[in-house]
Nanobody, 121 residues
Framework: QVQLVESGGGLVQAGGSLRLSCAAS????????GNWYRQGPGKERELVAN???????TYTNSAKGRFIISRDNAKNTVFLQMNSLKPEDTAVYYC???????????????WGQGTQVTVSS
């Protein structure tokens, strides 16, 4: 049994910063590619950033220059550092990470439970 546990959301003023964490726990052997998505009020879930197993990153236009995705393989954790936050960044943020458990030989993708980020103007 494996799961992803997110933390780090909260309320912040415009221009502030938050760091989200997404930790894989349970019978984890290793993590693969990691993604952060977000879903704002009345909006569809959208991709924010991606990090591959080799550390290669990609960002959507809304995240470029402000957000940084990173990973700590030793801790099976993916991070999202969010700087210069804007009210339009308000959303529930979800991680989506491939996990290889000790019970399988392949990666299975899991969603985190979501963490609320609210940016006040």
């Amino acid at each position: 049994q494996v799961q992803l546990v997110e933390s780090g959301g909260g309320l912040v003023q415009a221009g502030g910063s938050l760091r989200l964490s997404c930790a894989a726990s349970g019978s984890v052997f290793s993590i693969g590619g990691g993604n952060w998505y977000r879903q704002g009020p009345g909006k569809e879930r959208e991709l924010v950033a991606n990090i591959n197993s080799d550390g290669t990153t990609t960002y959507t236009n809304s995240a470029k220059g402000r957000f940084i995705i990173s990973r700590d393989n030793a801790k099976n954790t993916v991070f999202l550092q969010m700087n210069s936050l804007k009210p339009e960044d308000t959303a529930v943020y979800y991680c989506f990470v491939g996990i290889k458990s000790t019970m399988t030989s392949s990666f299975v993708a899991y969603w985190g439970q979501g963490t609320q980020v609210t940016v006040s103007s």
